[in-house]
């Protein structure tokens, strides 16, 4: 997570969405960075914990931006990291089993070590579900979002590519992908309006609702 003060921006760092590169390029520029353990804090977190201590102690209500990805290619974005040397002969590791596998065990009621990833989603939302994040990018649309950061900041930006996952196929069988569709049917539809917004989702806080605003 970066906050940035003469930006007014709050960027919230969902996994596997391109975030370190991103930090990487930003990092100089952020008044306040949570890294390692705290990079990946939820926007929940961020909502209840730091959002009223930077309005408190600095008058700062920053505009928050995250990227969320189509589901199907993020989860295998993480299938894809488990298969790296950095995780084998762990029970993280995914080597020896199928992408179908992993999948019906990340959708399962107590997902194994190696398919605790987490959803998007609930990055992204509180229990009841409202959107805790002004704007949503989708992380296929990289030109949009790389143009929103330039014209904040004012400047071209390189954002080199960083910590990319293996090459792996990860074919999905219509049987599976119906199963996580039902599943995760929330996620879904939240990256679906990002995509029918035009690749940038503007979201009342006070509703969790999509404006409707394309980008």
Do not use: C
Not at 4 to 23: D, I, R
Not at 34 to 58: C, E, G, I, Q, Y
Not at 80 to 97: K, Q
């Amino acid at each position: 997570m970066l906050i940035f003060s003469a930006q007014n921006l709050a960027f919230l760092a969902v996994p596997k969405t391109g975030t370190t590169a991103l930090e990487m390029a930003l990092r100089r520029k952020a008044d306040i960075v949570f890294s390692k353990h705290r990079k990946h804090m939820t926007a929940a977190r961020f909502h209840n914990k730091v959002a009223p201590f930077l309005a408190d102690a600095f008058d700062l209500t920053p505009e928050r931006i995250a990227v969320m990805r189509d589901p199907v290619d993020q989860i295998g974005s993480w299938y894809r990291y488990r298969l790296s040397d950095e995780v084998a002969g762990t029970p993280r590791s995914t080597r020896g089993i199928g992408f179908d596998r992993f999948v019906l065990d990340v959708i399962s009621d107590d997902p194994p070590p190696h398919a605790g990833i987490g959803s998007q989603f609930n990055f992204l939302t509180d229990g009841d579900g409202r959107v805790l994040v002004h704007r949503l990018f989708a992380y296929e649309r990289q030109p949009q979002f790389r143009a929103f950061l330039e014209d904040r900041f004012g400047e071209g930006l390189d954002i080199p590519v960083k910590n990319v996952s293996p090459q792996a196929p990860t074919p999905l069988s219509a049987e599976v992908l119906a199963r996580l569709r039902a599943a995760r049917a929330q996620e879904f539809a939240l990256y679906d309006s990002i995509v029918a917004a035009g690749g940038m989702l503007e979201t009342d806080l006070e509703t969790g609702l999509g404006t409707g605003r394309p980008a």
